[in-house]
Nanobody
Framework: QVQLVESGGGLVQAGGSLRLSCAAS????????MGWYRQAAGKQREFIAQ???????NYAGSVKGRFTISRDNAKNTVYLQMNSLKPEDTAVYYC???????????WGQGTQVTVSS
């Protein structure tokens, strides 16, 4: 069984930065795509960013230029560097990873990010 464990969330003032991490643990596995979604209170979960095992990235327009996704394939870990945070970035951030063999998508439990104005 694979588990994704997020860390790095918290409370920050507008304009500040946070770095989220998501590490896969459990049985050995590789992931072709890893990334992040977020869900604000009362809203649907939305795509934020993803990165392939080859390093290709894709971002939502709302975070492009402010957030940077990266990964360490050897550690099965994905990171999200968030700069110039805005109150509208407040949400629970979820990590996801797509298994390269089974195509199954795993999800983390979520980490809260709160940006105060």
């Amino acid at each position: 069984q694979v588990q994704l464990v997020e860390s790095g969330g918290g409370l920050v003032q507008a304009g500040g930065s946070l770095r989220l991490s998501c590490a896969a643990s459990g049985r050995s596995s590789s992931f072709n795509v890893m990334g992040w979604y977020r869900q604000a209170a009362g809203k649907q979960r939305e795509f934020i960013a993803q990165i392939t095992s080859g390093g290709s990235t894709n971002y939502a327009g709302s975070v492009k230029g402010r957030f940077t996704i990266s990964r360490d394939n050897a550690k099965n870990t994905v990171y999200l560097q968030m700069n110039s945070l805005k109150p509208e970035d407040t949400a629970v951030y979820y990590c996801h990873a797509r298994d390269i063999i089974t195509d199954y998508v795993y999800w983390g439990q979520g980490t809260q990010v709160t940006v105060s104005s």
